[in-house]
């Protein structure tokens, strides 16, 4: 399957959502993506030549340009897809010396915040599979993929993946993970990146 520029209507038909055994309530569902190909996005959008600067509310704090999960309880699996030339048009890479107001703790403030602008924004809330994906000539804020980890039982599988050419304005290049927890259990994450 392949989405080019935008075509929401193709990626509906490689997207599965069916019941999920991680969730105690009927209602929650599991998301499978894969084999799907996104290239050229936002090909037609203007340079941005200044960071959306904006009141921290989840999803505005968080602009996710293919997937934005925020309330989502059940497992999500992205494998064998191809993301390319996936880019925010940043004028330059110079945007945050540029902004006089500019505090990179900002960032990651809970008030007022410069938008993190990435390709999938997900809060992990049940098991989580990155596999066997391959990214390249894409960009963002920082991190193409930012992960926020709300559960202990959660698990997270990045496995296989290729990040290519690809580029942050700040920050990790390739992906992000916030874990909210007071414990950590787990091994030390490891990767190789070309």
Not at 19 to 30: E, I, L, M, Q, R
Not at 108 to 131: C, F, G, P
Not at 146 to 173: C, M, P, R, V, W
Request: proline content about 2%; hydrophobic content about 40%.
């Amino acid at each position: 399957m392949r989405a080019s520029r935008g075509s929401v209507e193709q990626i509906r038909d490689n997207l599965y959502i069916v019941p999920s055994t991680a969730c105690t309530d009927t209602t929650c569902a599991s998301i499978t993506i894969a084999g799907c190909t996104f290239e050229d996005f936002n090909f037609l959008k203007a340079s941005i030549e200044i960071l959306p600067l904006v009141t921290y509310v989840n999803p505005m704090k968080y602009q996710g340009l293919l997937l934005t999960l925020s309330d989502f309880y059940g497992k999500i699996i992205i494998r064998a897809n191809t993301f390319t030339s996936l880019q925010f048009k940043f004028a330059h890479c110079n945007l945050f010396e540029e902004q006089q107001t500019v505090n990179t703790s900002s960032l990651w403030s809970n008030t007022e915040a410069y938008q993190i602008k990435t390709i999938m924004k997900i809060d992990v809330r049940a098991d989580l599979e990155i596999v066997s994906n391959v990214f390249s000539e894409c960009n963002s804020v920082s991190g193409l993929i930012f992960l926020k980890k709300y559960s202990e039982s959660a698990g997270i599988l990045i496995h296989s993946n290729t990040f290519t050419q690809n580029s942050a304005l700040f920050d990790t290049i390739s992906i992000r993970l916030d874990i909210e927890s007071t414990i950590w259990y787990g091994e030390a994450i490891t990767t190789t990146m070309q």
